[in-house]
T-cell receptor
Framework: EDKVVQSPLSLVVHEGDTVTLNCSYE??????LLWYKQEKKAPTFLFML????IEKKSGRLSSILDKKELFSILNITATQTGDSAVYLC???????????FGKGTKLSVKP | KAGVTQTPRYLIKTRGQQVTLSCSPI?????VSWYQQTPGQGLQFLFE???????NKGNFPGRFSGRQFSNSRSEMNVSTLELGDSALYLC?????????????FGNGTRLTVT
């Protein structure tokens, strides 16, 4: 069965800390891995990764994919309270090429 | 540019009833996909419509169905509601097929079944 596992499930840090969120997957016919941020309702797109070892970066956020070890990490440096959200990892693949989501990591950044 | 619009925002139904949810994609987007989000299962893929045709379907019973109109707007229908159908239903649109391009999500419809 295809699965995407995120860790930790929740995390509490203080402003200014650096955090690393993990996403491991066992998905057949892997096509891509995506990260989304969900603050209240609508998840918003962060990164799409298709190739191993190439870091994607946007401001204080960065992500990298390891297709050999089947995982990705999302790094957030100098965290701010506005980074508090659930971070979702999704993998496109499986027998039907669907999006398979992990259960998310809930990040709380305290002032 | 207007985002993805879902209506209604909240819905309360009783077991056995049916419900229809609506989704208007971002202008120019041809793909609309639907997801169910619950605390226990997380986000789960329901189905995707592209150019009025269902292209992909998740592992949900036949009580869950959908359609897409020529203007790309989509509706999702759930018949014979069960308590376990209580969830946040999210719709997402994308320019190309959902497996090829990032998704833009709506704010969802919160369905409560009593």
């Amino acid at each position: 069965e295809d699965k995407v596992v995120q860790s930790p499930l929740s995390l509490v840090v203080h402003e200014g800390d650096t955090v690393t969120l993990n996403c491991s997957y066992e998905v057949t016919n892997f096509r891509s891995l995506l990260w989304y941020k969900q603050e209240k309702k609508a998840p918003t797109f962060l990164f799409m990764l298709t190739s191993s070892g190439i870091e994607k970066k946007s401001g204080r956020l960065s992500s990298i994919l390891d297709k050999k070890e089947l995982f990705s990490i999302l790094n957030i440096t100098a965290t701010q309270t506005g980074d508090s959200a659930v971070y979702l990892c999704a993998v496109v693949g499986g027998s039907q090429g669907n999006l398979i989501f992990g259960k998310g990591t809930k990040l709380s950044v305290k002032p | 540019k207007a985002g993805v619009t879902q209506t209604p925002r909240y819905l309360i139904k009783t077991r056995g009833q049916q419900v229809t949810l609506s989704c208007s994609p971002i202008s120019g987007h041809r793909s609309v996909s639907w997801y169910q989000q619950t605390p226990g299962q997380g986000l789960q893929f329901l189905f995707e419509y592209f150019s009025e045709t269902q292209r992909n379907k998740g592992n949900f019973p036949g009580r869950f169905s959908g359609r897409q109109f020529s203007n790309s707007r989509s509706e999702m229908n759930v018949s014979t509601l069960e308590l376990g159908d209580s969830a946040l239903y999210l719709c997402a649109s994308s320019l190309a097929r959902a497996i090829l391009s990032p998704l833009h999500f709506g704010n969802g419809t919160r369905l409560t079944v009593t």
